[in-house]
């Protein structure tokens, strides 16, 4: 080859190179996902979320963590941010949020945020934990709440039963379902299911300013009131309804029995809808949802938040695709019709839903409107998660017998929060 001809090859080599290494990588078309959403009702949910991507053109990468209430979930979360490894997002509660976002793990999607409008739609109480230092690091996919109760109608109606509205009517309806023979309450055994049917149990025995006093603001008179040994007290009789094999036993195993028939009634969040929906059971002529009494005009929220974590320049479009289809209206109508939750804009109508939706979304915004919307102490959305754990610890501990009085556990609840302040 000619000098001549030898050079400009060479030069169209180098600024072929140097072209190479200025151009961004392409876009990574992929989200990666850490969640703990592996029952019927939560998978059926996910699923709706995975085909609006894929339409998009964005693989999935599934990191299912298996768990109810997601403690297994974080922890794994815990170590995959620690060995650098972050997901695209995470499906994470409250206050968890706000601690990877005050560790400067979290991303940011305020750009998306602002152009999409999403302050003007998203209720305040989300964005307290949506949103760290103005900086929009997480988006919420659904509101659920967790003081309902999920009955199976054909038991109900074999023993003449009738809407709790309060406390001793429900503890009424209990009896009659004993008397006929069946379980009268479907009771999972882990320490987040107990703690998730305390929420209810404290405000239905203390109403809600207490709950809000004692939970909310952790006010020491509240915490060691005869209200919360009330409310101790309450807890065990419930528990008393329970069969004897409650220990361990998985929240959906639990719903499988009243969808079921084998069980009149549990006490859950309404991502116990997403199984019966899953089952294809029907409100109103399968299943029937009521406010847990003593709570009928109160909110007890979580919010399933996305969490945006940093990730590399090239899986960042990924992010705000999975942010953008998360927010978008037509998708929390969808998403939020099977997985038994309400849509965590204001601006979404409630046409899809059926009655426990409907009824869900207006108690929300009566809820909110009423200034008697509150974060779920057992679900992350009440205090940080140390002094949620303690809260955790010191219920089941009760519920298994292992502290034995209502008195014991009020001590031991003060001294357990305090420890963790
Ligand atoms: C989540 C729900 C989930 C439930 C049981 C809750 O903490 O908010 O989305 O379905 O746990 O897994």
Known sequence: MKLQNLLRV????????????????????????????????????????????????????????????????????????????????????????????????????????TKEGWDKVVPKALQKFAVYNGKWVAVPVNVHSVNWLWINKAVMDKIGGSEPKTFDDLIALLDKAKAAGVVPLAQGGQPWQEATMFDSVVMATGGVDFYKKAFLELDPAALKSDTMKKSFDNLAKLRSYADPNYAGRDWNLATAMVIKGDALVQVMGDWAKGEFKAANKEVGKDFL?????????????????????????????????????????????????????????????DTAFDACGKKGIADLKAANDGGTLVGSLAQGYGQPPAIAQAYHDVVTKFFHGQIKTSDAAVSELVKAIDAAK
């Open 289 to 349: 949802c009521y406010r847990f009494p003593g709570t009928q005009s109160s909110v007890i929220y979580n919010s399933d938040m996305f969490a945006m974590f940093k990730v590399p320049a090239d899986r960042q479009a990924a992010q705000v695709a999975l942010a953008t289809a998360t927010m978008s209206p037509s998708f929390q109508s969808a998403f939020n019709v099977v997985k038994g939750s309400v849509p965590a804009r204001t601006d979404v109508p």
């Open 10 to 113: 060479s030069a169209l080599a180098i600024s072929a190179a140097a072209f190479a290494t200025a151009a961004p990588a392409a876009d990574v078309k992929e989200v990666q996902m850490l969640h703990w959403w592996t029952s019927g009702g939560e998978a059926a949910a996910l699923n709706v979320l995975k085909e609006d991507l894929a339409k998009q053109g964005y693989a999935w990468k599934d990191v299912p963590v298996a768990g109810g209430g997601g403690e297994a979930a974080m922890t794994a979360l815990k170590a995959m941010v620690a060995a650098g490894n972050n997901p695209t997002s995470s499906q994470m509660l409250g206050y968890i949020v706000l601690e990877y976002a005050a560790g400067g793990a979290t991303g940011d999607l305020t750009a998306t945020a």
